[in-house]
């Protein structure tokens, strides 16, 4: 019987026909001394995981992970978006919605001290599989216009391992 299960599900891997949101998807860790998981949703042929290529070795990559499983009805979410030259992360953000709305209050690593360590970034066809870590302080910046304050800011230590799906223009 294991066999029989063994072949079936490896005809199914090989075949293409196991849905991207099976794959084992993390975006989870610690914030502001919390353990905190974050969804990446996949809804209607859309996903809050999803990348870019520009050309070039060039790519985009934005990674949205929301509270809540079952929707984008919350606004409490993390954001990772990168850069990418040959491999190479050039620039990233990060952004914590703490709020009902995309507007702040909200945690950025504008003005911070936060870390971002790509481990993989492997691309086949129209996903990508996306792995690393942020680690640091976001700076809480309280309304469009101000300054980030590092000094009411929060600790991050998060991991990610993601399949984003290919955006194209």
Known sequence: MRQWLAIVLGGI????????????????????????????LRQDGEASATFTDIGDGDFLIDIVGFVDPDGRRSRDSLSISMALKDGEVLHYDVLN??????????????????????????????????????KGTLALQEALGEAPNLEEGIEIAVEFDITASRIEY
């Open 97 to 134: 919605l703490i709020g009902t709305s995309a507007m702040p209050p909200v945690y950025t690593s504008e003005g911070a001290d936060v870390q971002l360590t790509l481990v993989k970034f492997a691309e086949e066809g129209g996903v990508a599989r996306v792995v690393g870590s942020v």
């Open 13 to 40: 891997l090989v075949a293409g026909l196991w849905p991207v949101s099976a794959m084992a998807e993390r975006l989870e860790g610690e914030l502001d001394g919390a353990e905190r998981e974050w969804f990446i």
